[in-house]
């Protein structure tokens, strides 16, 4: 059996309040495609797919952040069967002008809906509709984040910094991370937990297992009180609302509430001693509450705390993790 690699991507604009694909239909094939091809030597799957997207529809492409899927499957070609996989990310377009290579004749752009009735391969059917979720949560987050760094205009009290620190991570993950606020390295670097807390935090996810890049990070409050001071009952109060959509949004399996005011704000509890070390369900989703790392530097003796806590997170998600792998075997027209 021959063994191939290629990479590509879904690449999509937004008209108003619709998202369109473009879609390519290659010579000799009635059947449309999406922009990829083989992962060349010395190429990585992102520079393949960067460069097959600018061969074949002139654009230049940057992905949304955290998304990767795949699909394999096998064929047939001149008697030679071959087992293919494919990696492909998503592209948001920054220009409608498309200039298709000489592999093709024709593309269109298209609703999600009708891309799954144009697109005949049941590889690509197989992952559209989370590429769908994922753009939906990407364009979600990206309109909440314009509209809450613009909080500090609408305040005349306003005492944070007006540096936005967006949250960070994958938009379709099994744990949430929720701190107080950003410290001084997080409203310069506009990162959250990238300071002492956060260092402490990265080593005690890698030493339970837990890897960063699958977890998405942020605060009840996303903008620097000054002095390090705890934000006010009000400061809170006005961020609410914000944290609230972005958890709608995200829709993770786990919240790790990271000291008291994370607590206070998503579950109203006051008390991170009375309540550590177990799960709070609440709207579908599963709540640990535990220490801030700021805590542990602290009092660096409640540290095995803050790691029993996660390490009782990592047993969780490996009780209930579910592989959701794409594997199709016979790659051809859908019937």
């Given amino acids: 059996m021959k063994f191939e690699y290629s990479a590509g991507a879904f690449v ?30 010395g190429e990585n799957a992102v520079q393949a797919a960067v460069r097959e997207i600018k061969e074949e529809t002139g654009l230049d492409a940057t992905f949304l952040p955290y998304f990767q899927t795949s699909t394999h499957y096998i064929f047939t070609r001149k008697k030679v069967r071959i087992s293919k996989s494919v990696k492909f990310f998503i592209s948001r377009a920054q220009s409608n002008k498309v200039t298709i290579s000489n592999e093709h004749k024709g593309y269109t752009w ?7 009735a144009l697109l005949k391969y049941k590889d690509l059917l197989g992952i559209l509709t989370p590429v769908k979720d994922y753009i939906g949560r990407y364009e979600a987050i990206q309109k909440l984040n314009n509209e809450y760094t613009q909080l500090p205009r609408a305040v005349e009290t306003w005492e944070l910094s007006k540096n936005f620190v967006p949250g960070e991570g994958p938009l379709n993950p099994d744990i949430m991370l929720i701190g107080q606020a950003p410290g001084a390295n997080e409203d310069i670097q506009r990162r959250p937990f990238v300071g002492r807390s956060g260092q402490l935090l990265d080593r005690l996810l890698k030493e339970t297992k837990i890897n960063r890049k699958n977890v998405y990070i942020t605060s009840v409050v996303q903008f620097f009180p000054f002095k390090n001071r705890e934000p006010s009952k009000d400061e809170v109060t ?5 944290i609230e959509r972005q958890i709608s949004i995200i829709k993770p399996r786990y919240i790790v509430l990271l000291g008291r ?10 008390s991170v001693s009375e309540n550590r070390g177990r799960i709070i369900e609440k709207n579908g989703i599963r709540h ?15 540290e095995s705390i803050l790691k029993n806590d996660l390490s009782m997170l990592a047993e969780e998600l490996k009780k209930d993790k579910k592989e959701n792998v794409n594997i199709i075997k016979d790659h051809g027209p859908v019937a």
């Fill in 261 to 270: 005011i994370a607590a206070r704000a998503i579950l109203e509890e006051d």
């Fill in 288 to 302: 640990i509450i535990t220490l801030h790392p700021s805590a542990v530097l602290r009092f660096p003796k409640n």
């Fill in 238 to 242: 006005l961020c609410k609302p914000f």
């Fill in 12 to 41: 999509y604009r937004k008209r108003a309040s619709s998202i369109e694909l473009l879609l390519l239909k290659r010579k000799g094939s009635d059947a449309y495609d999406l922009p990829k091809g083989h992962i060349e030597k």
């Fill in 110 to 116: 298209c609703g999600i809906d009708k891309a799954a």
